[in-house]
């Protein structure tokens, strides 16, 4: 007697795929899983980097250039 137990409906996991447009092209920028505040990305699409300013909702800001190389 081997009753098989009842299929529970699988609730597949959440994708975290994110995603949100670059400012400088408006091309999607993607994250594997969700990005921390402060976290610097790059756009796939035109290499600008990004920082993000807010994770809810996901916001996309030119990452302040660190061309700050005038040393001396
Ligand atoms: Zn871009």
Known sequence: MSTPPPTSSLTPPPTQTLTSACPECDGPVRF???PLAGQ???CSDCG???EVTSTSPLTLA???D???DWGE
């Open 32 to 34: 594997d899983r969700a």
């Open 40 to 42: 610097v990305a790059r």
């Open 48 to 50: 600008v980097e990004l």
């Open 62 to 64: 030119l990452a302040p």
């Open 66 to 68: 660190v061309e700050e």
